[in-house]
């Protein structure tokens, strides 16, 4: 594993419904650490300390739902992580073998429990794409206990929209769904603090050394409240890499649209032209299979939509050095076939006949397992 380089640890990646470690991506830099998304969290910690060999034999419980249920005894061979490493990771996106490297011993602890909550105590700035429960549920669910630790000086700064951090003080910090552990002020080292830190659009912070974060807005379809049409926001993080110049996009939800999409593609071209940031990684949804025009996807991408959107990335592709794009939120259809695999042989399939597999190596985010980009 490479010290220098920025380390993506995927804690959930699943769309539901019934794989329920929904997105939570954990980023290391270094020893520094910061989240995007809360839909899983401190319960996938625990994944991170356990030896490669474990882990890879462990059953991917996303494939073990579309082996044959007749055939059990043969199931757990064809449904171990492993093979779905194999299956659905590019040669392009090293896996980072945990267990090879000095990652346990970074953390206080006797126990897998100690150090895995020394590990959270040490991620202290997450930022939300939006407040749909499967991006937030865990980070919420894990804030009482920050206050029974006995640890000191403890932070969580949660960076999201102005509406996203409306809509999560206002619907789920309340009283009502959840206390209301929101601590902006503690009087004391022993208090933690605990705040929603308003993240506009086109703004840029920087959460650990080494790393720049610049939000862009996104759609995530509409919805009508109190008869009224509205505009779901969705955001892309875009991580800067600072020394090595890299760039990488980590989209919420989303969809096409004639406007902010259009200014995501902008400024990725802005930072490639005029700062030398060369486009490294694309993490973004692909929920649904490619089925009947017709069918509604909620603010979705498919295979179609989304590789109509990555081609007008055009002017920034490099057949030196291929894109890593990596697929995540799929959602488990009630089909014969793993839609994963569905999904993987349609997006190969497009980007081959629009002649963009020069520039794009497809892989699918795998829970529980560490890449390097």
């Known amino acids: 594993m490479d010290n220098h380089s920025l380390i993506l640890h995927v804690l959930g990646s699943s769309g539901g419904p019934v794989n329920t470690r929904t997105q939570g991506f954990l980023f290391q830099y270094e020893d520094e650490f910061f989240m995007v998304d809360g839909g899983s969290g401190l319960s996938a910690l625990p994944d991170l300390f356990k030896g490669q060999y474990l882990k890879e034999n462990d059953i991917d419980s996303v494939s073990y739902l579309y082996q044959n249920a007749d055939q059990i005894n043969e199931v757990y061979k064809k449904a171990t992580l492993k093979s779905s490493i194999m299956k659905f990771t590019a040669n392009s996106l090293p896996i980072c073998d945990l267990s090879k490297s000095n990652f346990k011993s970074k953390f206080k602890g006797s126990?897998?429990?100690?150090?895995?909550?020394?590990?959270?105590?040490?991620?202290?700035?997450?930022?939300?794409?939006?407040?749909h429960l499967d991006h937030i549920n865990e980070l919420i669910i894990n804030l009482p206990i920050l206050y029974g630790t006995g640890l000191s000086n403890l932070k969580k700064i949660i960076y999201g929209s102005p509406n996203t951090n409306l809509f999560i003080q206002e619907h789920v910090l309340n009283f009502k769904i959840w206390p209301d552990l929101t601590n902006p002020t503690p009087t004391?080292?022993?208090?933690?603090?605990?705040?929603?830190?308003?993240?506009?659009?086109?703004?840029?912070?920087?959460?650990?050394?080494?790393?720049?974060?610049i939000r862009m807005s996104l759609n995530h379809g509409e919805c009508e409240i109190k008869g009224q049409?509205?505009?779901?926001?969705?955001?892309c993080?875009?991580?800067?890499?600072?020394?090595?110049?890299?760039?990488?996009?980590?989209?919420?939800?989303?969809?096409?649209?004639?406007?902010k999409f259009p200014l995501l593609i902008l400024k990725t071209t802005e930072l490639h032209e005029k700062l030398g940031y060369k486009l490294k990684t694309i993490v973004i949804e692909c929920s649904s299979i490619n089925v009947d025009e017709r069918t509604n996807l909620y603010g979705h991408m498919n295979p179609n939509l989304l590789c109509m959107a990555l081609s007008k990335f055009d002017n920034i592709f490099d057949k030196?050095?291929?894109?890593?794009?990596?697929?995540?939120?799929?959602?488990?259809?009630?089909?014969?076939?793993?839609?994963?695999?569905?999904?993987?042989?349609q997006m190969n399939d497009i980007l081959s006949r629009g002649k963009m597999d020069q520039y794009f190596e497809v892989s699918i985010l795998l829970n529980g397992i560490s890449y390097q980009l």
Not at 237 to 253: E, N, S, T
Not at 320 to 343: A, F, G, M, W, Y
Request: hydrophobic share 35%; glycine share 2%.
């Open 229 to 235: 049409l509205c505009i779901v926001e969705s955001s």
């Open 320 to 345: 030196q050095q291929k894109i890593n794009l990596c697929i995540t939120h799929v959602k488990q259809t009630i089909t014969s076939k793993d839609p994963r695999e569905i999904i993987m042989q």
């Open 237 to 259: 993080y875009m991580l800067l890499d600072k020394k090595k110049r890299h760039l990488h996009l980590i989209f919420g939800d989303c969809e096409w649209d004639e406007k």
């Open 188 to 213: 004391n080292s022993n208090h933690p603090e605990v705040r929603l830190n308003d993240f506009s659009a086109n703004d840029i912070c920087n959460p650990i050394n080494g790393i720049d974060v």
């Open 111 to 131: 126990n897998i429990i100690e150090k895995s909550m020394d590990l959270y105590s040490k991620i202290q700035n997450i930022f939300i794409t939006h407040p």
